[in-house]
T-cell receptor
């Protein structure tokens, strides 16, 4: 079965430090790839997406992600974290199988930002 | 656009009671998804619709769960009878083309 792995359950960084959240997927072809952010008590908001083309994609709030086919990874990065970035981040994969669209989320990484 | 609207935001009920969660998708979005989020299992896709037709309900946990989409602007997720293990946050999301999802704020269900 296809899967999405976010190996880090919790990450703590200091405000102003750089950030990288890891995401690996299992799928034979290149799926659609997404990062979402969830603030407490809220729904998920799309940060960025990759469908094809340039493997470095820019998103909202200063986030970017790089698709690496050889590593089956789609890691999320931000050069300088702000306290407001504290939230839970979900990587997701979309693909089609047997005519049905599947959309799978990773287990999430909770980001804590120290002042 | 008001986004995806879910109601109620919070529901507390007793075991055995019927629960109905409601969702109004974004106008023009042909796809509607229902997800369940728990600490133990994360985000699970329960069912999704395309043009009001259920396409994949393989994630619906058991017969106690049912979902309908009688028209393009309304969907319900019903649990009957409810059990404590159904306690979770239920999200509805809609999409124009089944990839970029817009989520509602969720309905937090507590079954006592």
């Amino acid at each position: 079965a296809q899967s999405v792995t976010q190996p880090d359950i919790h990450i703590t960084v200091s405000e102003g430090a750089s950030l990288e959240l890891r995401c690996n997927y299992s799928y034979g072809a290149t799926p659609y790839l997404f990062w979402y952010v969830q603030s407490p008590g809220q729904g998920l908001q799309l940060l960025l997406k990759y469908f094809s083309g340039d493997t470095l994609v820019q998103g909202i709030k200063g986030f970017e992600a790089e698709f690496k086919r050889s590593q089956s990874s789609f890691n999320l990065r931000k050069p300088s974290v702000h306290w407001s970035d504290a939230a839970e981040y979900f990587c997701a994969v979309g693909y089609t199988t047997s005519g049905t669209y599947k959309y799978i989320f990773g287990t999430g990484t909770r980001l804590k930002v120290l002042a | 656009d008001a986004g995806v609207i879910q109601s109620p935001r919070h529901e507390v009920t007793e075991m055995g009671q019927e629960v109905t969660l409601r969702c109004k998708p974004i106008s023009g979005h042909d796809y509607l998804f229902w997800y369940r989020q728990t600490m133990m299992r994360g985000l699970e896709l329960l069912i999704y619709f395309n043009n009001n037709v259920p396409i994949d309900d393989s994630g619906m946990p058991e017969d106690r769960f049912s979902a309908k989409m009688p028209n393009a602007s309304f969907s319900t997720l019903k649990i009957q009878p409810s059990e404590p293990r159904d306690s979770a946050v239920y999200f509805c999301a809609s999409s124009p083309i089944a990839n970029v999802l817009t989520f509602g704020a969720g309905s937090r269900l507590t079954v006592l």
